[in-house]
């Protein structure tokens, strides 16, 4: 089984739609994060989690929130879906020592 | 505060050796080498740790300077299945931050 899931895999939506796009991980990792890749502009940090308490923004956070449900689980959502946030969003856990990231399979996300 | 990466895309053929070359304006204490492969999600590498040791990853190595915050990755004799883009990353909790990566480097490895 994977260490780290994400579902949906892929997710077509409207412009003004709510999204949620759902980690979870069995790694036992306290560190989790939500990145967004465009093509040439390799993975942003949208937020991260370093446990269950304490969310922070990463460098493109406006348009996303998220939530830690505990501490294998970190959602993202998008309050009102808009078509520049079509992407590939990977979730990610590490390891407090080394921080060495480890990536979910990614979910693919177009809005219309 | 994102690593630079050098070159952006290089094609080889295979059998052929290539670098990729990190360097960063802020202190380093570690340096991450990932690899993602079209429509997958990045796989780690390695990690190089302060002290400039060489690690190595089937034909792939890298070492790590710290004094001048650059790493480089070595691909010797190329396979077909390193084609990918090799992103490198750091930690820089230390400065208030987070985990940051380069934009990647796209190599594609030709029969």
């Known amino acids: 089984d994977a260490d780290v899931t994400q579902t949906p895999r892929n997710r077509i939506t409207k412009t003004g739609k709510r999204i949620m796009l759902e980690c979870s991980q069995t790694?036992?990792?306290?560190?989790m994060y939500w990145y967004r890749q465009d093509p040439g502009l390799g993975l942003r940090l949208i937020y991260y989690s370093f446990d269950v308490k304490d969310i922070n923004k990463g460098e493109i956070s406006d348009g996303y929130s998220v939530s830690r449900q505990a501490q294998a689980k970190f959602s993202l959502s998008l309050e009102s879906a808009i078509p520049n946030q079509t992407a590939l969003y990977f979730c990610?856990?590490?390891?407090?020592?080394?921080?060495?990231?480890?990536f979910g399979p990614g979910t693919r996300l177009t809005v219309l | 505060q994102q690593p630079v990466q050098s070159p952006q895309a290089v094609i080889l053929r295979e059998g052929e050796d290539a670098v990729i070359n990190c360097s960063s304006s802020?202190?380093?204490?570690?340096v991450h080498w990932y690899r993602q492969k079209h429509g997958e999600a990045p796989v780690f590498l390695m990690i190089?740790?302060?002290?400039?040791e060489q690690k190595g990853h089937e034909k792939i190595s890298a070492s790590f300077n710290e004094k001048k915050q650059q790493s480089s990755l070595y691909l010797t004799a190329s396979q077909l299945s390193y084609s990918g883009t090799y992103f490198c990353g750091a930690p820089l909790v230390y400065y208030g931050q987070n985990f940051v990566f380069g934009p990647g480097t796209r190599l594609s490895v030709l029969p």
């Open positions: 802020k202190a380093l204490y570690s």
């Open positions: 990610a856990t590490s390891d407090r020592t080394t921080d060495t990231q480890y």
């Open positions: 790694k036992g990792h306290d560190r």
């Open positions: 190089l740790l302060k002290g400039g």
